[in-house]
């Protein structure tokens, strides 16, 4: 299921209003962890992984030779964008990720790296700007296999999935050879046993003293998906090592986003630097916010009253800019904010705020408007509906306002 459709369904949104979403335009928020991040909490909860260190400046180099020597280097730019190794830099250099036994030459490839964009397939056209390279020590991998967790709705619950064949997609697998996918409901109860790990691993073709090893990984990524509410853990590859260790070479994780109280620091790691600034905002106040193409902004309390809104306008012949749900339990604070993004979007020429207090005081809204017009220097018309729950049936403010 994509990024989209997974917010989408989040936010309650019927599919039939699909046609109101430019998809290609659709930035949804979700906790985007870089690669080091992922690992190093992997790390702390007992997992395998490359012995790694994060450099943010070429200058560390000797520092980072004295405290990290290894047989061969693996440097790996972050940013949250796949095709590294076959990406290139604004400043021509070549390649996002590099492997070398020279200690002599990790300066000038950090140098090429660090502060320049990296241009992949999945980038946009101008790139993205590395701040951080992984210096990790390289994995001689015999075999890849592949392992993941997830929350399965059609289960009610998480689904174990592994298959021998790793390093690739898992879904071309699931096409072209689906025996070779084990799929297993886990009880959230009982958790993953020995038993079940040890035959996860005999299938995932860990032999010998090796199947004891990676049953113990695989119990340890259970452990960890349940103490960071993860929704999806995804490790491709999983790897034999020519010396015999089980390793995680590289790990997708996604988390439940109402344990964000539970997990703060985990979600202070939230790399927003490559996302749209309006979706990192609405996210900072607690505001589900979709960007689109039309201008008309739309403020409105409740996903249903949301799209209906947008229906109006739509059948009316406008195009609405945002899809933009303040919730229930919205202060005043959060109103201004929420104006206050959709002021940001030059595309919007005027405002419709349509709110029904059955589950939001309109007293509030009406009160976080007044705020915002206040501070705010509204240069578009606004259309103002407030019904219910201490009704408001008119607004005199200086600007052009329409009940």
Not at 48 to 60: G, L, P, S, T, Y
Not at 97 to 125: C, F
Not at 150 to 160: A, F, H, K, T, W
Not at 284 to 303: D, E, F, R, S, T
Request: hydrophobic share 40%.
């Amino acid at each position: 299921m994509s990024q989209f459709m997974k917010h989408v369904i989040k936010c309650n949104i019927s599919q039939k209003y699909l046609q109101y979403l430019p998809l290609k335009n659709i930035q949804a928020r979700y906790l985007n962890l870089l690669e080091c991040h992922s690992k190093d909490l992997l790390n702390q909860h007992g997992v395998a992984v490359q012995k790694f260190k994060i450099v943010e400046n070429a200058d560390e180099t000797s520092s980072l030779l004295k405290s990290f020597d290894v047989d061969e280097y693996v440097l790996k730019a972050q940013v949250l964008a796949g095709g590294r190794g076959k990406g290139h830099f604004n400043n021509g250099f070549k390649g996002g990720v590099h492997v070398t036994k020279e200690r002599t030459k990790i300066y000038d490839l950090l140098k090429n790296m660090l502060g320049y964009k990296l241009i992949t397939k999945q980038t946009p056209k101008d790139g993205i700007l590395v701040t951080k390279v992984m210096v990790a020590e390289s994995v001689d991998i015999k075999r890849e296999t592949y392992f993941c967790i997830l929350m399965d709705r059609s289960q009610n619950g998480p689904v174990l999935i592994a298959s021998p064949a790793g390093g690739m997609d898992i879904e071309d697998i699931a096409v072209n050879s689906p025996e070779l996918i084990k799929k297993i409901p886990i009880d959230i109860f009982e958790g993953i046993s020995d038993k079940v790990a040890l035959d996860v691993a005999k299938f995932l073709n860990f032999n010998g003293p090796l199947a004891s090893v990676a049953a113990n990984e695989i119990k340890r990524l259970w452990e960890f998906f349940l103490s960071v509410d993860a929704v999806q853990i995804e490790i491709n590859p999983l790897v034999e090592t020519l010396d015999n260790k089980v390793v995680c070479v590289d790990a997708k994780i996604q988390f439940d986003d109402n344990s964000q109280f539970r997990h703060k620091e985990i979600f202070e790691l939230d790399e927003t630097s490559e996302s749209d600034p309006r979706e990192v905002m609405a996210n900072k106040h607690n505001l589900n916010y979709i960007g689109m193409n039309g201008n008309i902004g739309c403020l409105v309390n409740g996903a249903g009253l949301a799209m209906a809104t947008m229906d109006i306008i739509k059948l009316r012949g406008g195009e609405p800019a945002n899809f933009l749900d303040v919730g229930g339990n919205v202060n005043e604070n959060q109103v201004y904010e929420a104006f206050k993004l959709l002021t940001l979007d030059s595309s919007v020429k005027a405002i419709l705020v349509n709110v029904f207090g059955g589950i939001v005081n309109c007293a509030t809204i009406a009160k976080g408007l007044i705020n915002a017009s206040r501070k705010l220097d509204l240069k578009v018309p606004l259309v103002v509906r407030l019904e219910g729950k201490f009704l408001i049936k008119y607004f005199h403010f200086k600007y052009n306002i329409f009940r």
